[in-house]
């Protein structure tokens, strides 16, 4: 089996420059589906956790999302 590397680091726009930093997990390299996927989180209706509003189911739905991706 090979290994694309070029194919993964397309999905890392921090590493066009051509370095890459390991200084900690706080988003230095981040992935285009991360970024996408705040980007849509915030940019809508967002409020406090419930099942009443847009807003509130938005933000219920994040939180669930999150803890099944974390969990498979």
Known sequence: MTYDV?????HFPSLA??????DGPGGTQTPNTV???IRA???GPLSNRG???V???????????????IAA
């Open 41 to 43: 989180a915030i940019v």
């Open 51 to 53: 099942t009443v509003t």
């Open 55 to 69: 807003a509130e189911r938005n933000a219920e739905n994040s939180v669930i999302s999150a803890r099944e991706a």
């Open 35 to 37: 970024g996408d996927a």
């Open 6 to 10: 070029t194919a993964v680091r397309a």
């Open 17 to 22: 420059t051509g370095t890459a930093y390991f």
